[in-house]
């Protein structure tokens, strides 16, 4: 996508192909700078302080942490310690481990001194993979905004979103955000509503510089605005993102869009989730219980940060001392709230059919 006229993806090599560079995500929207992965230990740091972030993004990253850490030492115990190490960074995210099994296997069949080169390719292609799986994703979930404008008869397509899946997200297009770019780029009239997403306000810092660039009309609400919004006919559609779908079509994403999900499922608003096939655990069927959910620190509910009028990127408190906090970072929608998923090989039913008729060489 481009920024200040220049195209970025999210994540990419030096020229010498070794180095690993990512946009820092936690300076947006007020500064837009770059950050450098030298070891295995810079990648799992950027994903476990959200420099990087987004479940595609987060598996590209992890893959390209295990080829920094082959390069370091490609003996068999270093790549499973490497492994573990980046595993560690965020439990939600199916694709992290998606992603590590992937360039492990690859790695574990080859001998030690060539490694370190497989695995940069391995991680290459999986981010070049990710672009190709996200632009498809854009082009059938745009059909969906297409219809809907048709049914508008011209007036704007009010889409509401949750967080940020966004290009920022994956390394490119992004998930939910990309049925949304491509249906703008070829005209169809549409608005999104960003919900802000407390607590890291991924929506009001990440999904509206997005949409900002790239010319999208759209609102920044408080979260808590949707139903409202929903039950006075002010929403078309809700398409959101996904870090972990169960093969029966359960989506966990980031903390409030179960609520989304059950306000628009009361107000007949259709609510599609879109991901690539590399987020679905085909391990697991019930999501409530067994997606692992991430809890992170209270300081993310006390505090809140912003710029200041002089500049000043500032982190204020808003809770009074002394009162406790929690913070959990996801939540999970059952598939039966789902009116469908958008992937890269179409549209499904957000069930154990639908996924495995649209994805038979993965399911189980
Ligand atoms: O905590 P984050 O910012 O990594 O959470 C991101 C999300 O919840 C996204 O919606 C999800 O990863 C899908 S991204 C294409």
Not at 240 to 254: A, Q, W
Request: proline fraction near 5%; charge should be negative; hydrophobic fraction near 45%.
């Amino acid at each position: 996508m481009r920024i200040n006229g220049q195209d970025f993806q999210t994540i990419w090599l030096d020229a010498d192909g070794r180095r690993v560079h990512v946009i820092d995500q936690t300076r947006l929207p007020h500064r837009f700078e770059t950050s450098t992965l030298a070891t295995m230990d810079d990648a799992a740091k950027a994903i476990r302080d959200m420099i990087v972030r987004g479940a595609p993004l987060i598996g590209v990253t992890g893959a390209y942490g295990l080829a920094l850490a082959a390069a370091a030492d490609p003996a068999d115990a270093a790549i499973a310690a490497a492994c573990e190490t980046l595993l560690a960074t965020r439990p939600t995210a199916v694709n992290l481990r998606w992603a590590l099994d992937r360039v492990q296997a690859l790695l574990l069949s080859a001998a030690p001194a060539e490694r370190a080169a497989l695995a940069y390719a391995e991680a290459g292609r999986i981010a070049d993979e990710d672009v190709a799986c996200c632009a498809a994703i854009g082009d059938h979930g745009a059909a969906l905004i297409r219809a809907a404008a048709e049914r508008r008869r011209g007036e704007p397509v009010n889409i509401l979103t949750h967080c940020n899946a966004g290009w920022l997200a994956t390394v490119d297009w992004g998930t939910a955000l990309a049925p949304i770019y491509k249906a703008a780029r070829a005209g169809a009239p549409l608005h999104v509503w960003v919900d802000e997403t407390r607590p890291r306000n991924q929506g009001a810092s990440l999904t509206a510089f997005e949409l900002l660039s790239e010319g999208v009309p759209h609102t920044v609400i408080a979260d808590n605005a949707g139903g409202h919004l929903m039950q006075h006919g002010l929403v078309d559609l809700v398409i959101v993102g996904t870090d972990r779908t169960t093969r029966s079509g359960d989506v966990c994403n980031k903390i409030g869009t179960y609520l989304k999900a059950l306000a628009a499922h009361d107000n007949g608003v259709p609510f599609y989730v879109a991901l690539p096939s590399s987020t679905i655990d085909w391990r697991i069927a019930d999501g409530v219980a067994e997606i692992p959910i991430e809890e992170r620190g209270p300081r993310e509910v006390t505090h809140i940060s912003g710029r200041t009028a002089e500049g000043a990127v500032a982190e204020v408190q808003v809770t009074p001392e002394g009162s406790p906090a929690r913070n959990w970072a996801f939540d999970v929608t059952p598939g039966r709230y789902v009116t469908g998923l958008i992937t890269e090989r179409g549209v499904c039913a957000a069930t154990e059919s639908g996924l495995s008729e649209l994805f038979p060489d993965l399911a189980g």
